[in-house]
């Protein structure tokens, strides 16, 4: 199994959007370190997951996909946290799923 996979098969509960909040909010939070600061290779397999998955989803997992990226953000800024990998996924989401960038409703 190749790491895209891998992550590609974590990531697949987010496309539920009645997945309990907290539970996606764990993943997204485990995700960004991955996926916003990790090492090359891993950086690229979980980011592509990741977009990939958002990708696949119906419009309401992507806007509770998206509400849970805004909340764990806000949480981060609130407690005076490092956000700069969170914020370097969001930035990655959003150039590489074009989809989100029209999201009425999250805006």
């Given at each position: 199994m190749s790491s895209v996979d891998y992550f590609r098969a974590s990531f697949r509960p987010l496309q539920d959007a009645a997945w309990p909040v907290s539970q996606r909010e764990a993943i997204l939070e485990g995700s960004a370190s991955c996926a916003g600061a990790g090492g090359e290779a891993l950086l690229q397999s979980a980011r592509v997951a990741l977009a990939e998955i958002i990708h696949d989803s119906d419009g309401e997992a992507r806007l509770a996909l998206m509400n849970s990226l805004a909340a764990l953000l806000?949480?981060?800024?609130?407690?005076?946290?490092?956000?700069?990998?969170?914020?370097?996924?969001?930035g990655f989401l959003l150039d590489a799923v074009p989809s989100l960038q029209s999201m009425q409703e999250f805006r």
């Open positions: 806000k949480r981060l800024i609130v407690a005076g946290s490092d956000s700069q990998s969170l914020l370097e996924l969001l």
